[in-house]
């Protein structure tokens, strides 16, 4: 029907396409709250069914950044929408709040409805993930603003929590202790030193195997973001958790601090955990320093919890319990800044 906007470059029916083939994925984010289906013009959420006395609600926002480019090289879209889940239900975690519902963004040259299928099922894999509702979302096609093949995505979720549950730092104290949860490698940051680095610098072709990492370097490089959700929420259930630091942009240097006081650092044991190989690799071959590997990268460790001294040992078996593999990797201090020993 709309031949003239087909002739500028937008398929109205491969927007209708797109939209029938992920309607399956979506109804697999289901959760208690979810109103509405797809298609409506706005993503609605029943928060009475929480019941929550006090509910302070917490939003936030990200993308994947340079990733993206990986992905399109290697023509593989089904985990880049677990990456962006992740970025932002990570986030609202730190907080102490609950991901309740999401909604995404892609904006490509092209509407290509397979493609966008798979972009969506990795979305809606990460809200499985995180129990967390796909209520909405746009896909629009831009000729012009964007290669035929290339796209690029955003999300959006809020959470909820009890507004005396809420996690803001101010428990943070000296001695403190730092549980470290393992990261599934170089996650969602720090992707446009890592192009550098191996496509720039080094000409690596991203299907060899290298025998350094155990696979192919651009599944390695690849490997969706972890989702901290379940086994945090289990031990905010039960513990007092002062602190959560997620390691994104920035690495260790700029998110520590954000959940400290003033006059307080942290000691890192640096030995205290089992880096993924893909972080030596990088550093030995883009010839990268050891502080800035840690400025840039989350060498390993994705989310930290920061408690009690007295509480660490318990707050360990909980997340073990849950599927975690934690590690204490150092703790508070009064001496300002981020030492790693």
Known sequence: MAQSYEKAGVSLEAG?????????????????????????????????????????????????????KLAFLMDKHDTIGQDVVAMCVNDVLAQGAEPLYFLDYIATGKNHPAKIEQIVKGVADG??????????????????????????????????????????????????????LPSSGVHSNGFSLVRKIVLKDNTFDLNQYVSELGGQLGETLLTPTRIYVKSVLAALKSADIHAICHITGGGFYENIPRALNAGQGVEIIEKSWIKPPVFDFLAATGKIAHNEMFNVFNMGIGLIMIVAEKEAFDICNILKINGENPCIIGRVTDNEGITIR
């Open 16 to 68: 209708y396409e797109s939209v029938r083939r992920i309607k399956k994925h979506v109804s697999r984010t289901e959760r208690v709250g979810m109103m509405g289906n797809v298609g409506s013009f706005g993503g609605m959420f029943d928060l009475s069914k929480l019941n929550l006395k006090e509910p302070v609600l917490v939003s936030g926002t990200d993308g994947v950044g340079t990733k993206l």
């Open 127 to 180: 809200c499985v993930l995180a129990n967390c509702a796909l209520v909405g979302g746009e896909t629009a096609e831009m000729p012009d603003m964007y290669e035929e093949n290339e796209y690029d995505i955003a999300g959006f979720t809020v959470g909820a929590v009890e507004k005396s549950k809420l996690i803001d730092g101010s428990k943070v104290k000296v001695n403190d202790i730092l549980i470290g």
